[in-house]
């Protein structure tokens, strides 16, 4: 018998595993001032980026991406920082209307002064620490676990220790009612046919090859051809013969469990089950799209030992080799290289897995979160255009 | 610790009619754990997989308990499966090879 979740209630009925202060900037010109409020805090954290309201072909998705960042349930509060222009003061009242309780603003229109801006947003961060600290963690159900999963620095042993064991967890996970979800769409190129084989009507099936088919059609637009060479000839030398293996692999990380649905980029994951997000093989971005998604925690296997992590949702890293586990400890939650060595069986490190996904959720820190890893960044589709 | 000496493949699923080899194999190694009785046929690098049913020509081959392609000629239990044998059922690897 597992032990009990216990995560913070938001009055809106969702549910987070951190209860984080969040310093945001909505112009790229404050991010400086995020980061300096953050760091001068009692434990407040900060995100930069590079969007100054520019109006073109990623508009929207980069509003989605902010406001639901924003708005995601591990944040106790958001500050934002703001020029107030009518674009940016939509992205906040997106964020409230997805479910964020206490959105604060600072805005420079108003208040005039960058130091006034850092001198006040201290202030404000401070006091909603307090509060954030007087709020306790109450037993909660297991649909309140929105798992994301993520694969970056793959190696040859990827698909049959870290994956697998992560697809063990993520089905124990979905069977008792939570969520998790499967992203980078890079990743399942040649293996789609076979997950769409697993969706629960045949509709959800034609989705996730649709979204595939989808991304391949604007690669070859951008001139790339990326089947021509897959797998690479190191991947045939190191015992991949198709593409479809290639891509099962990365696809492990699902387990074996049915595919509920598909959701767009960035998309509000809300029900329980497995999906699959279109998201970009780019780790960070990928990260960042999945906290934009209302994901609250994630497991992200490597073969090489990525540090990325994200400022709001823990990031749990599980080694797919024991050579790379023992060069990095303080990077590595888990290694599951431990199944190569033929130490251990995938159920026993999925088993592990599944209880230490449990001990995070319950507040055990990750090695990124320790490391302050906070990595964010937003996915464009489209040349930027300044107006 | 015995069990580290003895596990030389791993099978991935159940429905699978391969293995993972976690060494390399040698002709005439035969594999007797998690119940296979299998003599090894050809020289298998570390990584590669091995036959743990006879498949027949055009059969699938079970990986994760999926199939990721199709046998190009009858496969012995104890055989090398790789790209020598084996086709993807979507896209050829002939022209990488």
Not at chain 1, 216 to 237: H, T
Request: a negative charge; proline letters at 3%.
């Amino acid at each position: 018998m597992s032990k009990e979740l216990m995560a913070f209630e938001r009055s809106d009925g969702r549910w987070g595993l951190r209860n984080h202060v969040l310093i945001l900037p909505l112009h790229s010109a404050f991010s400086a001032t995020a980061r300096k409020i953050a760091d001068e805090s009692n434990g407040a954290v900060a995100v930069s980026h590079d969007w100054s309201g520019e109006i073109d072909g990623d508009f929207d998705r980069i509003v989605k991406t902010i406001s639901g960042f924003a708005a995601n349930p591990n944040n106790f509060a958001t500050i934002f920082i703001t020029i107030g222009t009518p674009n940016e003061l939509g992205i906040i009242e997106l964020a409230r209307k997805l479910g964020l309780s206490k959105a604060e603003v600072l805005n420079v229109a108003e208040l005039g002064s960058m130091g006034k801006i850092a001198e006040i947003g201290l202030q404000m961060a401070n006091s909603l620490l307090k509060e954030a600290k007087a709020v306790s963690r109450v037993s909660a159900p297991w649909s309140a676990i929105k798992l994301g999963q993520e694969c970056g620095g793959s190696d040859a042993l990827s698909g049959i220790t870290a994956n697998p064991a992560l697809g063990v967890a993520s089905d124990r996970l979905v069977e008792l009612g939570a969520s998790s979800v499967l992203g980078e769409t890079t990743e399942i190129l040649g293996a789609e046919h076979l997950l769409a084989a697993r969706a629960i009507t045949p509709e959800i099936g034609a989705q996730i090859v649709e979204t595939v088919a989808r991304y391949e059609r604007s690669i070859n637009y951008e001139g790339i051809d990326m089947r021509g060479a897959q797998p690479s000839r190191g991947n045939i030398e190191g015992g991949l013969t198709t593409l479809e293996e290639k891509s099962l692999g990365a696809a492990k990380k699902a387990g074996s469990a049915q595919f509920s649905g598909v959701f767009e980029f960035a998309d509000q994951v809300t029900k329980p089950g497995l999906y699959f997000m279109d998201t970009p093989g780019h780790d960070t971005e990928q990260l960042t799209g999945f906290g934009a998604g209302g994901i609250n925690v994630i497991v992200f296997t490597t073969g090489r030992g990525t540090p990325t992590g994200s400022a709001i949702v823990p990031t749990i890293k599980v080694a797919t080799n024991t050579t790379m586990a023992d060069a990095i400890p303080d990077l590595i939650d888990l290694n599951a290289g431990t199944i190569a060595d033929g130490l251990k069986t995938l159920n026993d490190v999925g088993g592990e897995l599944f209880d230490l996904i449990l001990e995070v959720a319950n507040g055990q820190l990750t090695k990124a979160e320790k490391g302050l890893h906070h990595e964010f960044s937003l996915s464009r589709m489209y040349n930027t255009v300044i107006r | 610790m015995l069990r580290i000496l003895m596990r030389k493949v791993l099978i991935l699923n159940e429905k699978d009619n391969i293995a993972v080899c976690l060494v390399e194999l040698a002709i005439g190694e035969v594999i007797g754990q998690d119940g296979l009785n299998l003599t090894i046929q050809n020289l298998i690098p570390r990584g590669h997989k091995v036959a743990t049913a006879a498949i027949a020509k055009n059969e699938g081959i079970i990986k994760y308990g999926e199939r990721m392609g199709h046998a190009t000629t009858d496969i012995k239990v104890g055989e090398h499966v790789h790209t020598h044998n084996v086709l993807g059922d979507r896209l050829s690897t002939e022209q990488v090879v």
